[in-house]
């Protein structure tokens, strides 16, 4: 039987991981920032290969949508994000066993591993039994997890392992130290000494005071004398340590594959899941793409991920924008005011093709996006020094390259390139490039200084980023199709901090 | 055990985060020159009167509470500084003699902390004594319950129990700990347990009777000796924890002691420093924030006062009833020093203290607000406006009915017609809002708009000026009138 992915459908090919490298226009598009974020704390599951694989087929797309769109339940994510915790414990203790030094310390660390997994493959398996799923592939996990729970091995080793740890966790013993000397022996009740010293002194109890408690870590070491009291141990209680010897021998190997393989795969939709919680907690729309064979693509209060995330974090707001192609056109060229999100505009459309191509929702309320075949950004860049050739030239021959390989599939967004030339040039330039990209048929972003370049025909459509009206030092970050005029000064002035009688009238509190 | 001088039924928050407003209040209102009074080079009577004073009360029951606690203080100044001293000196001692909770072991914190322990217990002594001697001659609420608390929490049997905990945790007689195994069979759960007394050598007792199996770290095993001691010191943990806590709750409360008496010390420095001025000072009236009161005689600036280090010139006020009083009239003739003292009496009185005037009555305000003319703003001319409206608005966002906003020369950064619509408009919309104002300003439009409407809320004062163009600083019923005074100011300094 096949194991179920929740990656890839059974009927494609699993692209090879180890030839996924981070695409060329990530830098640009600021999706590096993201995906670092997505990894972090997540290295042990090579998540890499995964994020640098865009797919190419809508079939794929919807398959991935799919498992994403189930893991939007809570319930279920908190569940499986409990299930991977508790395999990541699992192994950690698997791979600490080879430096361990006793016995019975080693026993012990293998017995905590078989109880985790248990606990882990057994909630698992509930949570998938109870959540109401429309994935191909989680509905595909679910009927092999039933069976697997339910087979006799996996019932054997969950019984054996809960009887051994509830024999060694009911031990108590008391250890007197008096200088070097040591005696190890069962326990009376004699009355907890803190406790009473906590007592006495209660009526000065005020508020949090500093924790002068030593952290004790779990360590994975034991040494000689701890050793040594534990023989002790094992000398006034045998019984239980005898039953985790015969245990052990039974149950050498007991890690399922399919259950690794889903550890591994659900990280990528959980750390995108949890990646954009906050945003989402901000108010921040998401939505599940509609995959669209035209190129009328479009998006309602969309936004850069990677933006946002700052933004976000730092408690300010996110201004989101809308963007639409319809019939013929294929090209949006942004102008207007620096400072206003012309470039946030441009790398916000390719972060959400992207981001569609991986299967995963997008920015957005709603969205419409194609699959494109290649994605090409050109950003003005910081100029290497050791560079012989001029800039103007380098950008022409990036852009030629470009031009080369680019199909009417591809998208293709351009940012202040001829920032750097004389306004002559850059215009002329811009215009061969335009034509260039129309005559391709290719949707693309122009990002330019260039107001002329946004009526050179049907096929564009000019954008433009905005300020306030009534305050021209203000950026509102909206790119809209068209330009607002100003106010009158001091009452605009006012307004803008809400002062006048009506809006101070609203804000003073009862 | 509770200190509970400066709230009935509540710690002070003496490290608690300033108002907002904070900074604005002390630049507008000269605060510094008050602390500083009350301080007398003290950094942390400074911080503490800035504190309190910073932090209204907006209840009159609160404010009475801390009055009747200030008139005992007024009555027996020595006892106070007395009682005062003895937190001090628990600082004080502890830096002499070392003492403090440095070590990061178990074992080094218990035996750190139980000295510590120690030493707090002989000043406690000392405190429950003052208590015993002086419980009848105090009046307050306040330090009533609290000679009665420490004559009810810290009697004899009390302090033998302490001690006794202090004498055990030397453990003379070894460690006795319990364990469970964890995870990996490791030991854990390590609790000191207390064995049970015994008039027989203790070790026999505890291993007579009991399987039990043993041994003995040999000399040279420094390695083994100090994993033992990691046992023991997990097995400390929880003890070292609680008398290290416990002393610090009782450092605590010293601490808190020593705060909230300094406050009521800060105060007696500063009624000394007004008597030496020869300048009166009064126990304020004060009414609910829902009510508009303000009648004050001979009420000064004391931050002036205290600046010049000599007595300065006092108003009478009647603003019973009013919601808005505007203050017009010449340069230079006191309308700023007025304002000031309005604001600090407002607050010295929501403090609980007593206030700069020969008699007060005022209701209480929910919030203090200054909004004044910032002249270093002069600089950057074009977003001075906008300053002075950001201010504003974020003044707004912090505003209550029953706030009080005084503005000095507000929204003056730009023509007179424009200033005086904007100032129309918001003054218009705290009214409405119940927001108490007092607002100086040589707008005369916007002044007069509100004399023109008769309300009945609204008192319009004036600067006062002689006929011959002198001043007094003294300020007095008037309504606007249409010229300023700048042309005499002029006259006077270029007078040659």
Redesign the interface.
């Known amino acids: 039987m096949a194991s179920p992915s929740v990656l890839f459908p059974p009927s494609t090919a699993r692209p090879p991981e180890d030839q996924a490298a981070e695409p060329p226009y990530f830098g640009d598009l600021n999706l590096d920032q993201v995906v670092a974020a997505l990894l972090a704390g997540r290295k042990p599951y090579r998540l890499q290969p995964f994020f640098y694989t865009p797919l190419h087929e809508a079939a794929a797309v919807r398959y991935r949508q799919a498992v994403a769109r189930d893991l939007e339940n809570d319930t279920l994510r908190e569940q499986i994000h409990t299930f991977t915790t508790q395999m990541r414990q699992v192994n950690r203790y698997l791979r600490m066993l080879a430096d361990l030094d006793y016995h ?2 080693i ?3 293998f017995l ?1 591993a078989v109880l985790r997994y248990i606990e882990a493959v057994r909630a698992l398996a509930e949570a998938l039994a109870a959540a109401d799923l429309h994935a191909e592939a989680l509905l595909a996990l679910r009927t092999y997890l039933a069976d697997y729970v339910r087979s006799q091995a996996f019932l054997a080793l969950s019984e054996e392992a809960q009887a051994v740890r509830a024999e ?2 009911a ?18 009740d ?9 007592r ?2 209660a ?5 949090a ?6 952290p ?1 870590y ?2 994975s070491g ?5 050793a ?6 094992v ?2 209680y045998p019984e239980p340590f005898a039953h985790l010897d015969a245990f052990r021998e039974r149950h050498p190997e007991f890690l399922d594959p399919v259950v690794a393989a889903f550890d591994r795969e659900v990280q990528f939709y959980l750390a995108y899941l949890e990646f954009i919680a906050p945003l989402r907690e901000a108010g921040l729309p998401f939505c599940y793409p509609q995959i669209i064979a035209d190129k009328a693509i479009m998006a309602r209060e969309t936004f850069d991920l990677a933006l946002a995330h700052k933004l976000v974090a730092a408690d300010r707001p996110v201004v989101t924008n809308d963007f639409a192609l319809q019939g013929n056109e294929r090209i949006f060229v942004v102008t207007g005011p620096n400072q206003g999100g012309k470039t946030t505009f441009a790398r916000t459309v390719g972060q959400l093709h992207y981001l569609a191509a991986l299967g995963l929702p997008v920015p957005g309320r709603e969205a419409h996006l194609l699959l494109p075949d290649r994605i090409f950004t050109h950003f003005e860049r910081v100029e290497e020094v050791a560079n012989l050739r001029g800039k103007l030239e380098d950008e022409l021959l990036r852009l030629r390259e470009t031009f080369e390989q680019a199909t009417p599939q591809s998208l293709v967004i351009l940012n202040e390139v001829f920032a750097s030339t004389t306004f002559q040039d850059a215009l002329f330039l811009g215009r061969q490039v335009m034509e260039k990209l129309l005559a391709l048929d290719a949707v693309g972003v122009f990002v330019t200084f260039l107001a002329e370049l946004a009526a050179l025909g049907p096929q564009v459509v000019s954008m433009v980023s905005t300020v306030k009206p009534e305050n021209p030092a203000e950026r509102t970050y909206k790119i809209v199709r068209r330009r607002a005029d100003g106010l009158a000064y ?2 605009a ?2 307004e ?10 609203a ?4 | ?2 200190v509970f001088l400066l709230y009935p039924d509540r ?1 002070a928050e003496i490290d608690a985060p300033l108002p907002w407003q904070a900074e604005a209040l002390e630049q507008d209102l000269g605060l510094p020159q008050v602390y500083e009074a009350m301080a007398r080079g003290d950094k942390f009577l400074h911080g503490v009167a800035r504190q309190v004073l910073l932090h209204s009360l907006e209840d009159v029951g609160l404010i009475r509470y801390r009055q009747a606690v200030l008139q005992d203080c007024l009555a027996h100044p020595d006892v106070v500084r007395e009682i005062y001293h003895i937190p001090i000196e628990a600082q004080e001692k502890k830096r002499e003699q070392w003492l403090g ?1 440095f070590s ?3 074992q080094g ?1 218990l035996s750190s ?1 139980v000295d510590l322990l120690a030493m707090f217990v002989g000043l406690l002594r000392r405190l429950k004594a003052i208590a015993d001697a002086q419980q009848g001659a105090f009046a307050s609420e306040g330090f009533r319950r609290f000679f009665a608390m420490l004559q009810a ?1 810290l009697d004899e049997a009390y302090f033998e ?2 001690e006794t ?1 202090l004498r055990t ?1 030397k453990f003379r ?9 964890g ?5 854990s759960h ?7 007394r015994t008039p027989r050598p203790i ?1 026999k007792q ?2 007579d009777r ?8 040999p ?1 040279r095993d420094t ?3 100090k ?2 001691g990691d ?5 400390l ?10 002393a ?3 450092d ?2 010293l601490k ?1 002691l020593q705060a909230e008496l300094a406050f009521y010390v800060g105060s007696l420095n500063l009624a000394e420093r007004i008597a030496e001025l020869g300048m009166p000072w009064a126990f304020p009236t004060p009414t609910p924030a829902n009510t508009r009161r303000f009648t004050a005689s001979g009420l000064y600036d004391l931050g002036l006062a205290l600046a010049k280090g000599a007595g300065v010139v006092g108003n009478d006020v009647q603003a019973d009833g009013k919601d808005l009083v505007v203050i017009t009239g010449a340069n230079q003739g006191g309308k700023t020093t007025f304002l000031r003292s309005v604001g600090l009496a407002q607050l010295m009185m929501q403090a609980g203290m007593f206030v700069p005037a020969r008699a007060l009555e005022a209701n209480l305000a929910r919030g203090v607000f200054t909004h004044f003319k910032r002249e270093e703003d002069a600089a950057m001319e074009s977003g001075k ?2 300053e002075e ?2 201010r ?2 974020a003044i ?2 912090h ?3 029953h ?1 009080l906003v005084l503005f000095n020369e507000s929204f003056a950064a ?1 023509n007179e017609r ?1 200033g005086s ?2 100032a129309r ?2 003054v ?3 009214l ?2 119940r ?1 108490k104002v007092f607002f100086v300003t040589h707008f005369y439009a916007f002044a007069h708009s509100y004399a023109a409407r008769q309300a009945a809320d609204a008192l319009f004062l004036r600067a006062e000026r002689l006929p011959d163009g002198r001043r007094t600083f003294k300020i007095k019923p008037g309504e606007p009138l249409p010229t300023s005074f700048g042309v005499d100011l002029y006259r006077q300094i270029f007078a040659d």
């Not at chain 2, 007689?173 to 195994?181: D, F, I, K, M, R």
């Open positions: 019975y310390h026993a012990g660390w905590e060694l966790a031990i108590r013993y008391c250890i007197h130290i008096m200088g070097d000397t040591v005696r190890v022996r069962r326990c009376q004699e009355p907890d000494h803190a406790a009473e010293v906590e006495t002194f009526k000065f109890r005020r508020g005071v500093k924790d002068y408690r030593t004790v779990v360590r034991m040494n000689h004398v701890e040594q009291i534990l023989d002790c141990v000398k006034l001091a009452l002035l006012a803008k901090h809400r002062l006048t009688h009506d809006q101070l009238l804000r003073v509190r009862p | 055990m509770n710690d909770i990061r072991s178990p914190i902390a929490e129990e302490v905990h945790l007689q070894g460690v006795l700990l319990s364990a469970e195994l995870p990996g069979n490791e030991g390590y609790t000191l347990r207390k064995p049970r070790l505890i291993f009991t399987p039990s199996c043993g041994f003995t770290i000399p390695y083994g000796s994993a033992l046992i023991k010191d997990r097995g943990n929880e003890v070292a924890n609680a008398v290290a806590q416990a610090d709750h009782i605590g409360f808190l406006f906008d409206l950001g504003m608005d707004a966002d505003l209550r009915a706030s730009t424009e619509e904007i408009q918001i218009d919309a705290l409405e809002s927001v």
